[in-house]
Antibody, heavy 117, light 111 residues
Framework: QVQLQESGPGLVKPSQTLSLTCTVS??????????WTWIRQPAGKGLEWIGR???????EYNPSLMSRVTISVDTSKNQFSLNLNSVTAADTAVYYC?????????WGQGTLVTVST | QSVLTQPPSVSGAPGQTVTISCTGS?????????VHWYQHLPGAAPKMLLY???NRPSGVPDRFSGSKSGTSASLAITGLQAEDEADYFC???????????FGGGTKLTVL
């Protein structure tokens, strides 16, 4: 069974870059026609799609975040990553990595990232 | 504000039936994109309850059912049990956004 696990700092200073990695285990990131995706949920709010990457490296981003987001994939490590720059307190959220195409077939547990001095 | 609209909360007594609505627009549900439902317990990864509007993954009880019409979808839970107390959210695809969209989540309380 495919499992996803997020890793990265839980605290980021304002104006800096939030960097998270998702490790895929139990299967190859190259198998299936999945989009490997980042999603976030601020406290008390709904889920927000951040963006996705496919195994060819093609990306799509939420227009509201596009200017600050980069998603990349490292197929040799079975990982994909999120970089979000120029963060503010509004970027404080639980960040999930996920896999699927039209639906979310695989979820990570989620990791809380707080933006604060 | 979430792209898909759900009621913030619903409640029901054990054994009763509750429904949770999910309202979208012409760029997502109304275009024909499927709606999927998830159950989310605190601290855990969301769990898929229904996919493709009405289909249950293996292991999900038939107490959970779904429907879709126009720009809306619904999740029905019959024979409520205490273990059903959780957050539920819907998900679809939005052609204008070019990615997944989600409901704001509905907290189910079993009285």
């Amino acid at each position: 069974q495919v499992q996803l696990q997020e890793s990265g700092p839980g605290l980021v200073k304002p104006s800096q870059t939030l960097s998270l990695t998702c490790t895929v285990s139990g299967g190859s990131i190259l198998s299936g026609s999945y989009y490997w995706t980042w999603i976030r949920q601020p406290a008390g709010k709904g889920l927000e799609w951040i963006g996705r990457i496919d195994t060819s490296g093609s990306t799509e981003y939420n227009p509201s975040l596009m200017s600050r987001v980069t998603i990349s994939v490292d197929t040799s490590k079975n990982q994909f990553s999120l970089n979000l720059n120029s963060v503010t307190a509004a970027d404080t959220a639980v960040y999930y990595c996920a896999g699927g195409r039209w639906r979310v077939d695989y979820w990570g547990q989620g990791t809380l990232v707080t933006v604060s001095t | 504000q979430s792209v898909l609209t759900q009621p913030p909360s619903v409640s029901g007594a054990p054994g009763q039936t509750v429904t949770i609505s999910c309202t979208g627009s012409s760029s997502n549900i109304g275009t024909g994109y499927d709606v999927h439902w998830y159950q989310h317990l605190p601290g855990a990864a969301p769990k898929m309850l229904l996919y493709g509007n009405t289909n249950r993954p293996s292991g999900v009880p038939d107490r959970f059912s779904g429907s879709k019409s126009g720009t809306s979808a619904s999740l029905a839970i019959t024979g409520l049990q205490a273990e059903d107390e959780a957050d539920y959210f819907c998900q679809s695809y939005d052609a204008r956004l070019g990615g997944w969209v989600f409901g704001g989540g509905t907290k189910l309380t079993v009285l």
